[in-house]
């Protein structure tokens, strides 16, 4: 099965060797299809609604669910991407780098973002994403979606959208890829 | 009474004191700096162009040496890193009632930095800083030998304009034996692959040129039309302890780049001055403000690739730099 080298999710370095897939590429499609009805029941629509996805696993997590938004409303809500890097409370305890440059579509202030990831594990970093977007605007509303949520939360956050529920142990790893999504352990 | 807590770092101090601290493979480590300041470009496009990333870190600078804008610019970088700053300025310091080298550098290392940015009249000082202290050393210039930041923010214009600095033609024109620029120059722009001339008088390249990988001439005029770069080095007047030249007007009549030579090259060659500018000396007045000349550019960039130095040398926990044990 698959196995990706990760530099910068813990343990870092290491090899993530998949286990078991727990959810197939037609999961995920139709996942994704339901939390964009969702986002679009929640908001009575689209009006003000931005997509924003977080780098990397959020990023085309976002523009699949813009895709669908499109495709059930015919509306094409802006997407943009967020790297969290240089807002993370783990700098210099683990190699922090940024992924990619941040890209904000216009003003949010008075909008509705929706943030979008791939996993919520501990809930850092979308702690550091709430700081990050302040620093762009005073959103009117912040949602956030994730396809997996694996538990495990240090901060008081939950999801709005939800893919799958996933009980896991600490230790084990999540990956979200095109072809579905593995839940496996890392290797050195 | 309990120990003081650690400080935050992973790992020893890292330094960037020339090019050679940026890895084995210097156009590896420049390309990971130039990734880095593609972010904080961005980040200085903000309407607040600040983010927490060093939050409760130290930044000191220590500047033996006149500088306004090398100066300022690593403290607006350390500034919007969200770091405290602190400067060192010796006109009103101890060091003018005697204080040494190391007996300055251990007073601000006992206050607890987490950074010293150090620009130094002679070559090596910041070398010798970094042996005497555990904060990371970044060298801001020192005498004639290197001035990396310099470099980096060079090398990141070159590429804004210019794509990719593989296969470009740099001419750096002037006074290499006093400039530091040069130095760094030389080392950064050859490991990215752009073939480098030197154009000077005899009397103002350095003694030996052995081991680098440049061409040089005395013939600007021969050079301008098969260059895409032309980089200029402002003329020394305060090294100038020896008479190298015959005069600033001599000087200009062979190695200025007048309106007349500006003229006869590509109109997309980049003009380039590490600043500050002898208009009229190594560049006509006119020629700094034309649409090519990007030399405001520099400046501002300047600022982002400090960012990417700070935070690669104090938050990314990446192993970087050179370890001076």
């Known amino acids: ?26 999961d995920l499609a139709r996942a994704t299809r339901r939390m964009a009805h969702e986002i679009i029941e929640r908001n009575h629509g689209l009006d003000d609604v931005v997509l924003i996805g977080l780098q990397t696993g959020g990023v085309p997590l976002a523009s699949r669910l813009a895709e669908a938004l499109l495709a059930i409303d015919g509306t094409n809500a802006p997407v943009g991407m967020l790297d969290v890097a240089f807002y993370r409370d783990d700098i210099g305890l683990r190699p922090v780098l940024p992924e990619a440059v941040t890209r904000i579509p216009g003003e949010l202030t008075g909008r509705t973002v929706v943030l979008v990831d791939d996993v919520l594990f501990t809930g850092r970093t979308i702690r550091a994403a709430l700081d990050a977007l302040a620093d762009h605007g005073r959103a009117r509303q912040v949602q956030l979606a994730v396809m997996v949520d694996r538990g495990h939360r240090e901060l008081p956050i939950r999801p709005d959208y939800v893919g799958k529920n996933l009980p896991t142990r600490r230790d084990e790893v999540v990956d979200v890829n095109e072809s579905g999504v593995d839940l496996g352990e890392m290797h050195q | 009474m309990s120990a003081a807590p650690a400080r935050r ?24 700096v130039m990734t880095l300041t593609d972010s904080f470009v961005e980040v200085n496009e903000r309407q607040i162009p600040k983010v927490p990333a060093l939050r409760g870190r130290t930044v000191v600078s220590l500047f033996f040496e006149d500088s306004t804008r090398t100066r300022l610019s690593f403290e ?7 770091a405290d700053t602190m400067t060192f300025s010796v006109s009103s310091s101890s060091v003018k009632k005697g204080e040494s080298l190391r007996d300055t550098v251990e007073t601000i290392e006992a206050m607890g930095v987490d950074a010293i940015v150090v620009r130094h009249g002679s070559s090596g000082v910041p070398r010798q800083v970094a042996r005497w202290s555990d904060a990371a050393v970044i060298n801001a210039g020192d005498g004639w030998h290197e001035h ?3 470099a980096l923010l060079d090398c990141y214009t070159i590429r804004q304009h210019a794509g990719s600095l593989a296969g470009k033609r740099v001419a750096i024109v002037g006074d290499v034996k006093h400039s530091r620029v040069a130095r760094s120059n030389v080392a950064a ?17 350095p003694p030996s040129l052995d081991g680098w990988p440049v061409k ?25 302890t020896e ?38 000396v190594e560049i006509a007045a006119e020629v700094a403000d034309r649409p090519n000349a990007v030399i405001v550019d520099q400046v501002r960039n300047g600022v982002a690739v400090r960012m990417a130095v700070l935070f690669l040398l104090l938050g990314s926990g990446t192993r970087w730099g050179g370890d001076d044990a």
């Open chain 2, 9 to 32: 770092r992973s790992g020893p101090a890292r330094h960037l004191l020339g090019m050679s601290d940026l890895g084995p493979d210097v156009g590896a480590g420049i390309d990971e």
């Open chain 2, 216 to 240: 040089v001439t005395t013939d600007l005029d021969a050079t301008l039309g098969s260059i895409d770069v032309c980089y200029l080095l402002r003329m020394q007047r305060e090294r100038m």
């Open chain 2, 76 to 82: 607006t970088a350390a500034k919007r890193l969200s």
């Open chain 1, 1 to 26: 099965m698959a196995e990706r080298e990760r530099r910068l999710t813990p343990p870092y370095g290491g090899v993530f060797v998949a286990r078991t897939q727990v959810m197939t590429a037609e």
């Open chain 2, 243 to 280: 008479a190298l030249i015959p005069s600033l007007r001599e000087y200009t009549a062979g190695y200025g780049l007048t309106s007349r030579r500006a003229d006869r090259m590509a109109a997309d060659v980049l003009i380039m001055h590490p600043g500050p500018m002898n208009r009229g």
């Open chain 2, 189 to 205: 722009f050859t490991a990215l692959g752009a073939e480098v001339t030197l154009v000077a008088p005899p009397t103002l390249l």
């Open chain 2, 148 to 150: 990396p930041t310099q």
